[in-house]
């Protein structure tokens, strides 16, 4: 067994720069440690034995092959378990296991129809806001993070949990957005500071917490005095019985704790993933051209459906591109190896810490030559057939893949398709390139003003 290191940076300040970097300039950091030392990068911070692996193959080694051992680095976890509890996304094991076996039935194909026909409704909402403002000034100049995350909130509270959040939208998008930040700031942390300490960062904390606390309980406390099976996913949580494990069934804290991982892994990454996907479109009109044309091709004069999606080969191939150039959710992939493992031939002693990072390796001519161009042809055929498996995991891969993979397409799909058959899209004049910044998201660091006009 290879008993060497792969190489990487050592200074004597053994590792506080590097800390550093990744605190305060991640992208860079990462982008840099893959410029100066290639596809395997190895370093310590402090105590800490870190690996970076950047090459495709490798990334399948570490979500794939060693799925069991290399499992979530749990201090990152502990800030999002302070308001998601010991969810789906917190629990590893057996215990991951069964919540995912349980939540699972709410993301099968056949369900997708039915939550498409209420995307729409959403949909169709702000495209009547839209022409609304179009109507009195000739243009309508929307902040698109705003405009996204209230769509994406109301598609989940509508899809999954048949509540119209509509009232609460802006206090809930504040929400997120604070808690956001508080969870990239504390993850860097060495320890959280208890929650009772009274300082301001707490009290922040605290009522953001509150804002989403009282939001996701009301819902599941109306829906047990209602006792109705709405069919969604919060009747599911409800009645869910682990037929094939214990018997048991969910109690009221875990149901809460499931719906408020899906209400907020459900929006903020798909709103993200649309603002950069709309500033792109809004830098290319000859691709939403070529979008508009394929629409026309296979829907007709109406708007897309769901059934429509399957023959949007094009529409499909610019979306699956942004979340190529910006990847979401680029801070999910620290791991922790629980046994010695062998990657890409180094051995990775137990405890060892492994960092993949899909926006390096989205970014690598070798895989997607030209690479920050938004070329969406590089998802059709016969050009597709060259991307290495591994090279593109918006979503990750492997047994903790997300599990809304295909609901945030098929809603980044349709509000795109909808959206782009209706309007022209461009930057407001004035804006400036937006400086990416990661959070819990990789968002724009400032307001993003785009335009929308008639076709
Ligand atoms: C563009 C939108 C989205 C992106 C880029 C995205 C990306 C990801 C990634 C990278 C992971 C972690 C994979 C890993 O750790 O290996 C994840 C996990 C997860 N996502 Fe998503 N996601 C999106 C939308 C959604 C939606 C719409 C939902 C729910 C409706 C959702 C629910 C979840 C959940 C519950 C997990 C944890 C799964 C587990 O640990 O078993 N995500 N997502």
Same mark, same amino acid.
């Given at each position: 067994?290879?008993?060497?290191?792969?190489?990487?940076?050592?200074?004597?300040?053994?590792?506080? #720069?590097?800390?550093?970097?990744?605190? /305060?300039?991640?992208?860079?950091? /990462?982008?840099?440690?893959?410029? %100066?030392?290639?596809?395997?990068? /190895?370093?310590?911070?402090?105590?800490?034995?870190?690996?970076?692996?950047?090459?495709?193959?490798?990334?399948?080694?570490?979500?794939?092959?060693?799925?069991?051992?290399?499992?979530?680095?749990?201090?990152?976890?502990?800030?999002?378990?302070?308001?998601?509890?010991?969810?789906?996304?917190?629990?590893?094991?057996?215990?991951?296991?069964?919540?995912?076996?349980?939540?699972?039935?709410?993301?099968?194909?056949?369900?997708?129809?039915?939550?498409?026909?209420?995307?729409?409704?959403?949909?169709?909402?702000?495209?009547?806001?839209?022409?609304?403002?179009?109507?009195?000034?000739?243009?309508?100049?929307?902040?698109?993070?705003?405009?996204?995350?209230?769509?994406?909130?109301?598609?989940?509270?509508?899809?999954?949990?048949?509540?119209?959040?509509?009232?609460?939208?802006?206090?809930?998008?504040?929400?997120? *957005?604070?808690?956001?930040?508080? *969870?990239?700031?504390?993850?860097?942390?060495?320890?959280?500071?208890?929650?009772?300490? =009274?300082?301001?960062?707490?009290?922040?904390?605290?009522?953001?917490?509150?804002?989403? %606390?009282?939001?996701?309980?009301?819902?599941?406390?109306?829906?047990?005095?209602?006792?109705?099976?709405?069919?969604?996913?919060? #009747?599911?949580?409800?009645?869910?019985?682990? %037929?094939?494990? %214990?018997?048991? #069934?969910?109690?009221?804290?875990?149901?809460?704790?499931?719906?408020?991982?899906?209400?907020?892994?459900?929006?903020?990454?798909?709103?993200?993933?649309?603002?950069?996907?709309?500033?792109?479109?809004?830098?290319?009109?000859?691709?939403?051209?070529?979008?508009?044309?394929?629409?026309?091709?296979?829907?007709?004069?109406?708007?897309?459906?769901?059934?429509?999606?399957?023959?949007?080969?094009?529409?499909?191939?610019?979306?699956?591109?942004?979340?190529?150039? /910006? =990847?979401? *959710?680029?801070?999910?992939?620290?791991?922790?190896?629980?046994?010695?493992?062998?990657?890409?031939?180094?051995?990775?002693?137990?405890?060892?810490?492994? #960092?993949?990072?899909?926006?390096?390796?989205?970014?690598?001519?070798?895989?997607?030559?030209?690479?920050?161009?938004?070329?969406?042809?590089?998802?059709?055929?016969?050009?597709?057939? $060259?991307?290495?498996?591994?090279?593109?995991? =918006?979503?990750?891969?492997?047994?903790?893949?997300?599990?809304?993979?295909?609901?945030?397409?098929?809603?980044?799909?349709?509000?795109?398709?909808?959206?782009?058959?209706?309007?022209?899209?461009?930057?407001?004049?004035?804006?400036?390139?937006?400086?990416?910044?990661?959070?819990?998201?990789?968002?724009?660091?400032? $307001?993003?003003?785009?335009?929308?006009?008639?076709?």
């Amino acid at each position: 067994m290879a008993t060497t290191f792969p190489p990487g940076p050592s200074d004597w300040t053994f590792g506080v #720069s590097l800390a550093r970097g990744l605190k /305060y300039r991640l992208i860079e950091t /990462y982008e840099n440690l893959h410029r %100066d030392y290639g596809d395997r990068v /190895y370093c310590r911070i402090g105590p800490i034995r870190l690996y970076f692996f950047f090459h495709p193959d490798d990334v399948r080694e570490v979500l794939v092959t060693h799925s069991k051992t290399i499992i979530r680095d749990p201090r990152p976890l502990r800030v999002f378990a302070q308001w998601n509890g010991n969810s789906m996304l917190i629990a590893e094991g057996e215990q991951w296991v069964r919540q995912r076996r349980l939540v699972q039935p709410a993301f099968q194909s056949r369900r997708f129809a039915g939550y498409a026909e209420k995307m729409d409704v959403g949909i169709n909402a702000l495209k009547q806001t839209l022409a609304a403002d179009i109507a009195r000034t000739g243009h309508a100049d929307v902040d698109i993070d705003q405009t996204m995350t209230a769509l994406t909130l109301d598609i989940i509270c509508q899809t999954l949990f048949s509540t119209d959040m509509k009232s609460h939208t802006e206090e809930i998008r504040r929400a997120v *957005a604070t808690l956001s930040e508080i *969870a990239f700031v504390e993850m860097q942390a060495p320890f959280i500071w208890p929650l009772w300490l =009274p300082t301001q960062w707490n009290r922040r904390k605290k009522k953001a917490m509150r804002v989403m %606390d009282e939001v996701v309980w009301e819902m599941v406390r109306q829906r047990r005095r209602e006792n109705v099976d709405k069919g969604d996913l919060l #009747s599911m949580l409800l009645a869910a019985v682990d %037929d094939e494990g %214990d018997g048991g #069934s969910l109690t009221d804290e875990q149901v809460r704790n499931e719906s408020m991982t899906l209400m907020l892994g459900g929006h903020d990454t798909t709103a993200a993933g649309l603002d950069w996907l709309w500033l792109l479109l809004a830098k290319h009109p000859d691709i939403c051209e070529r979008c508009r044309s394929e629409l026309q091709t296979v829907c007709g004069n109406k708007a897309p459906t769901f059934t429509d999606l399957p023959a949007l080969t094009y529409l499909n191939a610019v979306v699956r591109e942004a979340l190529r150039i /910006y =990847p979401p *959710a680029i801070g999910v992939f620290l791991r922790k190896a629980t046994e010695d493992v062998t990657i890409a031939g180094y051995e990775v002693p137990k405890g060892s810490l492994i #960092s993949l990072s899909s926006l390096v390796t989205h970014r690598d001519e070798r895989w997607f030559p030209d690479p920050h161009r938004f070329d969406p042809d590089r998802f059709l055929p016969p050009r597709v057939d $060259s991307i290495p498996h591994g090279a593109w995991f =918006p979503f990750g891969t492997g047994p903790r893949v997300c599990i809304g993979q295909s609901f945030a397409m098929t809603e980044m799909m349709l509000i795109a398709g909808n959206l782009l058959r209706s309007f022209r899209v461009s930057l407001v004049p004035g804006q400036p390139e937006p400086v990416p910044v990661v959070t819990a998201a990789l968002r724009p660091r400032d $307001s993003l003003w785009l335009r929308f006009e008639p076709v």
